[in-house]
């Protein structure tokens, strides 16, 4: 009788125990839940607002007499476009093909942006671009109307972040927010026009496609020759060498991979690319350990190196130093005009001052015989547009590509002020400042930012 | 009456178990977040060598550069946020930081490395947006991608 009742006291326990146990998990959960679908919920409105606040803007920018507001305006719609950037990217919807809406909200502020830097030149803006500017304003109009939507049925409760169906009180089948936003950008994608300008964001620099490579087209045992007597030069010892795939990016190449004797993983990985047979990036993975060799001699290995291997008349830009490694600029150099587009870059293990790293990729596919442009303005002009204060170490001509990846003639002022080093780039077109970059000596190498 | 007390027994032992699993998964996920916030004051760097670690782990080196250089590649993009942070933490962006892996691995020096190399400019994937493991579900939509290169299980797409 006595053993009966201790039983029932222990189930009553055990009992209590789980129903306690279920109660804290599950309210943890439950709060846990809130917060995050708070936190979606506040990038959602967050959104809202953006995108209202940008038809106002739009429209404004459009209607406004003074180019002085004008400015003001697309530099704010910059500044909300970006923020409309962040408000999606906090939105659960990365599983999905849910990019055009981003891409969207990229190109509005860029192009705006870049916009509002043509009226501070006081450059011409042409009908072309008003009437990209209107475009922008229907869609964001039929963005903030879908999105209005949207809202209304959040707020009524119908749609949910989260679309599982609820399952302990399954009341109503809620709808999954991603489906809708999913929705609303394809709409935009098939409404919003694909644009051309001078940012960073325009489409064609999506599209950058390599100049055609000289040579003609080699088979995977040429390259694996060619690969092998690009490896026989850096590194010692014998090696496997296997072709291990085909890459498809701008420069369609052989991959081949260099395993020494006795190991099992690669040691070395190589592009070769399918025309012309060029190397055009390889990386020694060894271990590196310790540094016994200054940087001067480094960077002298590095130019013995890309002279060798046929690369002439290279100008070392930069280095950046890194454990026990230190990778090497180089520009080449064309009529005494730099050729920054154009880079290799060199990596110089700092045991043996062995080349470990080498980069083309920028080379081969930018370099070509352009066709450069006769400067327009003397050094001495430049000279007199600076600031008084700068103290001028070296004027160059040098190519620089831009934002949009065109590239423009600049001269290549190298000046200091307040003991900091300045590169400051003056279009040999017209004059105009184009960019300042500022040098950083620390003790891995010198930057610039 | 004998019957019922036996299956009584075992009965509770069970719910024991149970009860003491449920309060040591949920002190777990509580440790979890406790990592997430210190790690917010790490740079874009660590960040980097952490998903390279939680996505690319037994990858080759190259495949850890390459997993490292899709996240410097979406930041350019205007399809993508345009920070590193943005990037990793974009919901449902990846399986590493969904289910926490991102934070229970320390990255090693390999990781690192990669994170590093990816940083200043080394891109084996020629400008790839995405990469995913083919023996793994993914997205019907995201095999309509270009596909530029494949190194170890992943394969990498513009």
């Given at each position: 009788m006595l053993k009966k009742k201790y039983i029932w006291i222990i189930n009553l326990i055990v009992l209590g125990g789980l129903v306690f146990g279920y109660w804290s998990v599950s309210s943890r959960a439950f709060s846990a839940e809130n917060?995050?679908?708070?936190?979606?919920?506040?990038?959602?409105?967050?959104?809202?607002?953006?995108?209202?606040?940008?038809?106002?803007?739009?429209?404004?920018?459009?209607v406004t007499s003074s180019n002085e507001q004008r400015i003001m305006m697309l530099t704010t719609i910059w500044h909300q476009a970006e923020g409309a950037r962040t408000s999606l990217a906090t939105m659960p919807l990365g599983d999905r093909d849910m990019t055009n809406m981003q891409k969207f909200f990229a190109q509005l502020g860029d192009f705006s942006y870049n916009i509002a830097g043509k009226l501070v030149k006081k450059e011409e803006i042409s009908d072309a671009e008003w009437e990209k500017m209107r475009q922008f304003r229907k869609n964001i109009q039929s963005l903030n109307k879908d999105l209005r939507r949207l809202q209304e049925d959040v707020s009524a409760g119908k749609i949910r972040w989260e679309d599982k169906p609820d399952r302990l009180i399954a009341v109503k089948k809620v709808q999954g927010m991603a489906d809708n936003f999913e929705a609303i950008d394809q709409k935009l994608k098939k409404e919003a026009p694909t644009i051309t300008y001078d940012g960073p964001f325009s489409d064609h620099v999506e599209q950058v496609t390599a100049k055609t490579l000289s040579g003609k087209r080699i088979s995977e045992s040429e390259a694996t020759a060619i690969a092998q007597q690009a490896v026989n030069k850096v590194a010692k010892g014998d090696f496997r060498a296997d072709v291990v795939g085909r890459t498809k990016g701008n420069i369609p190449a052989y991959t081949i991979e260099f395993t020494k004797k006795g190991n099992t993983t690669p040691n070395i990985i190589m592009d070769v690319s399918e025309v012309g047979g060029h190397v055009i990036w390889f990386l020694n993975t060894r271990e590196i350990e310790g540094s016994k060799i200054p940087i001067k001699r480094a960077l002298d290995k590095a130019k013995t190196y890309i002279e060798s291997i046929d690369y002439k008349n290279m100008e070392p830009t930069g280095s950046i130093r890194e454990n026990n490694t230190v990778t090497i600029s180089f520009v080449p150099k064309e009529n005494d005009v730099l050729l920054y587009p154009d880079f290799i870059k060199v990596e110089v293990a700092l045991d043996t001052g062995e080349v470990v790293g080498f980069n083309a990729l920028a080379y081969l596919t930018l370099h070509n015989k352009r066709k450069l442009p006769e400067p327009k303005?003397?050094?001495?002009?430049?000279?007199?547009?600076?600031?008084?204060?700068?103290?001028?170490?070296?004027?160059?001509?040098?190519?620089?590509?831009?934002?949009?990846?065109r590239e423009k003639l600049c001269y290549e002022v190298d000046a200091e002020l307040n003991s900091d080093r300045y590169f400051i780039y003056i279009s040999a077109e017209n004059g105009n400042e184009e960019q300042i970059?500022?040098?950083?000596?620390?003790?891995?190498?010198t930057m610039t930012m | 009456m004998f019957k019922t007390k036996k299956l009584i027994i075992p009965a509770i032992a069970l719910s024991v178990v149970v009860?003491?699993?449920?309060?040591?998964?949920?002190?777990?996920?509580?440790?979890?977040?406790?990592?997430?916030a210190v790690s917010s004051w790490e740079g874009d760097y660590t960040l980097l060598a952490r998903l390279v670690a939680g996505e690319a782990e037994g990858e080759p080196y190259l495949g850890q550069v390459g997993v490292a250089a899709v996240i410097i590649n979406r930041t350019k993009h205007p399809k993508f946020p345009p920070t590193i942070a943005d990037v990793i933490y974009q919901p449902g962006a990846f399986e590493s930081v969904s289910n926490g892996l991102v934070w229970s691995r320390y990255p090693s020096r390999n990781n690192f490395d990669a994170a590093r190399q990816a940083m200043s400019g080394w891109d084996p994937t020629y400008g790839s947006i995405f990469f995913w493991n083919p023996y793994k579900p993914v997205s019907p939509w995201i095999w309509s991608r270009s596909i530029v290169t494949r190194i170890g299980r992943h394969v990498f797409a513009k």
């Amino acid at each position: 009788m006595l053993k009966k009742k201790y039983i029932w006291i222990i189930n009553l326990i055990v009992l209590g125990g789980l129903v306690f146990g279920y109660w804290s998990v599950s309210s943890r959960a439950f709060s846990a839940e809130n917060a995050l679908e708070a936190s979606y919920q506040r990038g959602f409105y967050n959104l809202l607002e953006q995108v209202s606040n940008l038809n106002i803007l739009i429209s404004k920018s459009e209607v406004t007499s003074s180019n002085e507001q004008r400015i003001m305006m697309l530099t704010t719609i910059w500044h909300q476009a970006e923020g409309a950037r962040t408000s999606l990217a906090t939105m659960p919807l990365g599983d999905r093909d849910m990019t055009n809406m981003q891409k969207f909200f990229a190109q509005l502020g860029d192009f705006s942006y870049n916009i509002a830097g043509k009226l501070v030149k006081k450059e011409e803006i042409s009908d072309a671009e008003w009437e990209k500017m209107r475009q922008f304003r229907k869609n964001i109009q039929s963005l903030n109307k879908d999105l209005r939507r949207l809202q209304e049925d959040v707020s009524a409760g119908k749609i949910r972040w989260e679309d599982k169906p609820d399952r302990l009180i399954a009341v109503k089948k809620v709808q999954g927010m991603a489906d809708n936003f999913e929705a609303i950008d394809q709409k935009l994608k098939k409404e919003a026009p694909t644009i051309t300008y001078d940012g960073p964001f325009s489409d064609h620099v999506e599209q950058v496609t390599a100049k055609t490579l000289s040579g003609k087209r080699i088979s995977e045992s040429e390259a694996t020759a060619i690969a092998q007597q690009a490896v026989n030069k850096v590194a010692k010892g014998d090696f496997r060498a296997d072709v291990v795939g085909r890459t498809k990016g701008n420069i369609p190449a052989y991959t081949i991979e260099f395993t020494k004797k006795g190991n099992t993983t690669p040691n070395i990985i190589m592009d070769v690319s399918e025309v012309g047979g060029h190397v055009i990036w390889f990386l020694n993975t060894r271990e590196i350990e310790g540094s016994k060799i200054p940087i001067k001699r480094a960077l002298d290995k590095a130019k013995t190196y890309i002279e060798s291997i046929d690369y002439k008349n290279m100008e070392p830009t930069g280095s950046i130093r890194e454990n026990n490694t230190v990778t090497i600029s180089f520009v080449p150099k064309e009529n005494d005009v730099l050729l920054y587009p154009d880079f290799i870059k060199v990596e110089v293990a700092l045991d043996t001052g062995e080349v470990v790293g080498f980069n083309a990729l920028a080379y081969l596919t930018l370099h070509n015989k352009r066709k450069l442009p006769e400067p327009k303005i003397t050094e001495q002009e430049v000279k007199d547009k600076l600031s008084p204060n700068l103290s001028i170490r070296r004027i160059r001509l040098a190519l620089i590509p831009d934002e949009a990846l065109r590239e423009k003639l600049c001269y290549e002022v190298d000046a200091e002020l307040n003991s900091d080093r300045y590169f400051i780039y003056i279009s040999a077109e017209n004059g105009n400042e184009e960019q300042i970059l500022k040098v950083v000596e620390t003790d891995k190498g010198t930057m610039t930012m | 009456m004998f019957k019922t007390k036996k299956l009584i027994i075992p009965a509770i032992a069970l719910s024991v178990v149970v009860l003491i699993g449920l309060l040591s998964i949920n002190y777990k996920a509580h440790a979890k977040a406790k990592n997430y916030a210190v790690s917010s004051w790490e740079g874009d760097y660590t960040l980097l060598a952490r998903l390279v670690a939680g996505e690319a782990e037994g990858e080759p080196y190259l495949g850890q550069v390459g997993v490292a250089a899709v996240i410097i590649n979406r930041t350019k993009h205007p399809k993508f946020p345009p920070t590193i942070a943005d990037v990793i933490y974009q919901p449902g962006a990846f399986e590493s930081v969904s289910n926490g892996l991102v934070w229970s691995r320390y990255p090693s020096r390999n990781n690192f490395d990669a994170a590093r190399q990816a940083m200043s400019g080394w891109d084996p994937t020629y400008g790839s947006i995405f990469f995913w493991n083919p023996y793994k579900p993914v997205s019907p939509w995201i095999w309509s991608r270009s596909i530029v290169t494949r190194i170890g299980r992943h394969v990498f797409a513009k």
